[in-house]
């Protein structure tokens, strides 16, 4: 895929490589609350095909003041395809794990009404005399202190998950446009970190080849 020529490859960027980069109190409030999002991605050799990929894991869930959730889209910006889903006792935890060369993740964190959104897209970069590729990461839309109104956690506005999505301002109070290509996935993300004891993906979707057993 040809990346635009806005987007540069950047590694330094600590957004792009890790997701949000949150503070000590907040990731202490949510491990207190038992929800567990895994944002990093590594790099993994399949043998087989001898060839190296990307390893996200979707994960993540919410309580009724704050959710964190976590998911991947392929290149193209579709819902990634999943290798595997994972049922956990616990709730708000790891949901399936998506593998593919390039990736885009997709991250939000709900604290009451506020949001924070991150999309990154991530591919494999092999540079000149090495063998094993680094993750290359380029930052494609950053979202702060966003807001929405509707309590999405709330049982009555259970059917508004998946529809609505908070509304980012910049420093001069002007709204922000969200990426229009990303705008199903922000809206189901939106929904992902009010969905209460989530035990399901929100993004991810059954591979091809499952897909014709399903019912």
């Not at 207190?32 to 043998?47: D, F, L, W």
């Not at 996935?185 to 209460?196: F, N």
């Amino acid at each position: 895929m040809t990346h635009p020529a806005k987007i540069v490859a950047n590694n330094t960027n600590r957004y792009a490589r890790y997701g949000l980069s949150l503070p000590q109190q907040a990731l202490r409030a949510m491990e207190k609350r038992g929800i567990y999002c895994q944002p990093s991605v590594s790099i993994e050799h399949q043998y087989l095909a001898r060839r190296y990929v990307l390893r996200g894991v979707e994960s993540g869930g919410a309580v009724a003041d704050m959710g964190r959730y976590c998911a991947f889209l392929d290149a193209d910006g579709n819902p990634a395809p999943w290798l595997q889903q994972i049922d956990s006792i616990s709730d708000n935890g790891r949901h399936a794990i998506v593998i593919a060369p390039e990736l885009v993740r997709i991250e939000t964190l709900r604290i009451g009404h506020t949001y924070e959104l991150c999309i990154t897209r991530l591919w494999l970069k092999t540079d000149e005399g090495r063998a094993r590729p680094a993750i290359a990461t380029a930052p494609v839309f950053r979202g702060h202190q966003g807001t929405l109104a509707v309590e999405l956690w709330n049982v009555d506005n259970k059917s508004l998950r998946g529809v609505v999505a908070p509304v980012f301002y910049t420093a001069a109070g002007e709204a922000l446009s969200l990426p229009e290509h990303f705008d199903t996935a922000i809206r189901k993300i939106t929904g992902a970190v009010s969905c209460l004891g989530c035990k399901h993906t929100h993004i991810a979707v059954a591979p091809l080849s499952n897909k014709g057993g399903e019912l």
